[in-house]
């Protein structure tokens, strides 16, 4: 019987899964009792104000990650809309609006078009945005963790688990899945729910992030084991 076909199928070769798989790589993490949410920089930036393939998305934004980013928003949806009804918390790591004065630094050296994003880019999708009594951590780094309060807020509601969506997989997602498994939480990553403007740098980071820190998953997946922790 064939494995599943996986999102690096057909990238990664059979040598390399070979030697992770005798290095020991890829176990399950599983989930705990009482599991958050983290949508990370849903923002129109990040995926334009409508579906548009890449080229055209990034005439409006240059960070847009085009389709790839609202085929993510349509999985993500029924996955928040199961956390708000099991009464779980939902956080909503984000990057705030550039003062070009104060902000640079690095990132304005490595992508100086992040600088220019105009006040409606830094909205949050509205097919995901938050409701009130939902955590807004603004954020000037990739990692959701670094810089913010994020930990304070993951030990007062008792969270052991986190379900990590958003964008980009290779970047702030990946920033956050290590950062949470450095502070000891378990990690699920929904493959539909995150996303890139790169398919290789997404695909063989989820590789890499399913072998050594987090349970990465279809969403379909994922939401069956959101819906067997008690509410």
């Known amino acids: ?97 550039k003062n070009a004065q104060t902000d640079a630094g690095r990132l304005a050296e490595k992508i100086p078009s992040i600088m220019g994003i105009d006040a409606k880019g830094y909205d949050f999708v509205e097919q995901v945005a938050p409701r009130p009594g939902e955590v807004l951590l603004p954020k000037k780094h990739p990692s959701a963790f670094f810089g913010t309060p994020l930990t304070s807020h993951l030990i007062d509601l008792g969270v052991d688990t986190l379900f990590v969506t958003g964008c980009t997989t290779s970047g702030c997602i990946r920033s956050s899945v290590t950062d949470a498994f450095a502070y000891n939480f378990k990690v699920v990553v929904p493959e539909e729910c995150v996303y890139d403007r790169s398919l290789t740098s997404h695909t063989v980071n989820l590789w890499d992030m399913n072998a050594k820190y987090a349970d990465v998953m279809p969403v379909a997946e994922a939401m069956g084991l959101l819906e067997a922790i008690p509410a």
Not at 10 to 32: D, K, L, M
Not at 39 to 64: C, F, M, N
Request: proline share 11%.
């Open 1 to 97: 019987m064939r494995p599943p076909k996986r999102p690096w199928s057909g990238i990664i070769t059979e040598e390399e899964e070979r030697r992770y798989q005798a290095a020991g790589f890829g176990g399950a993490g599983g989930v705990g009792t009482r599991p958050g949410l983290l949508i990370i920089d849903v923002q129109y930036r990040t995926v334009g104000t409508k579906p548009k393939p890449y080229w055209q998305a990034i005439e409006e934004y240059p960070t847009s990650c085009g389709d790839e980013g609202w085929n993510a928003v349509e999985a993500i949806r029924p996955l928040l809309a199961a956390f708000r009804a099991g009464g779980f918390p939902v956080f909503y790591p984000h990057v705030a609006p």
